[in-house]
């Protein structure tokens, strides 16, 4: 079936197709009115444009990049959800790729997405390597990195400080009574986040005279039965903790089940602690504690900074957006 032109769209809408490509495009000079008019011409002749070819004459494409390490749990589905909120009526369309947690994956995922020219790149973490740096930075494009605050942003930066999450964890928890401690995370070396936060809570009980009596890490990608697999673990060889920490809420679910599998009381007898606030926390059979981090709030704020840097007015635009977890206990 033959595709329909922008000749076509042109002579549907009453206008030159130098005209019709314009208000496709969105350019300032053209009218909202004959944009409008434009656009149901388009929609009405099943035109679809080029974009790869708009990108060859403006050197841009509508396109937003955007990199994140998983998809296994709610997370970033929620971040990806704020992203397409705020580009919502747009023009803008977000484009997205997995890292994995793999540093020389999120290279290769960076590369291939500025091949593409998108406007610009919304990237995951402030830990990528020099390598990595260097192809954001020569792509002369507005960078917005996301989630962490806890490094030197390349350009622009929303998220919190995994760091003082931690601590702040650690501190209420010392003020709930609780001493023995342990820990249960998955993939440290490659979760930064996850790895400031146990540095963080580490502090926290630092300040106490405290430490991890012992500690469990996985090299897995994080879920419930990797949480449930090593807590069981942590209690054969450290039955009298009081409090386990987990790098997440997914790895605490699974902790709770490994609880329960023990006849230990849950908060009672030992408190788990998670990060993020997921939903499913308000399904488990016993309370956890967790941090909730505002994940569809930092990519609404990603996605306006992306925005807001490509509008051309000249102004100086907040460089750095720093949210806070809201921490629950869990009574």
Known sequence: MRRPTLEEVAAAAGVSKMTASRALR????????????????????????????LSLSSRRTNLIGVVVPSMSNIVFPEVLAGISEALEGT?????????????????????????????????????????????????????????????????????LSHTAAGEEMGRALLAEGRRKFGYVGSRLDRDQRASRRKAGFERALAEAGLR??????????????????????????????DCIYYSNDDMAAGGLFACIEHGISVPGTILLAGFNGLELTDALPAAIATSYSPRREIGRTAASLALRALSDTGEDHERMVVLSPRLSLGR
């Open 91 to 159: 023009g803008m369309q977000a484009v997205f790729g997995l890292t994995d947690y793999d540093p020389g994956k999120e290279r290769d995922v960076i590369r291939n997405m500025l091949s593409w020219r998108p406007a610009a790149m919304i990237v995951t973490g402030l830990d990528q390597p020099e390598e990595t740096v260097k192809l954001l930075k020569q792509a002369d494009i507005p960078v917005i990195q996301i989630m962490d605050i806890d490094g030197t942003p390349i350009d622009y930066c929303v998220g």
């Open 212 to 241: 991890f009596s012992l500690e469990k890490v996985g090299d897995q990608v994080s879920s419930a039965v990797l949480g449930k697999r090593l807590t069981m673990a942590l209690l054969a060889e450290a039955g009298d903790l």
């Open 26 to 53: 969105g350019a300032a000079d053209v009218s909202k009115e004959t944009i409008t008019r434009v656009t149901q011409a388009a929609e009405r002749v099943g035109y679809v444009g080029n974009r790869l070819a």
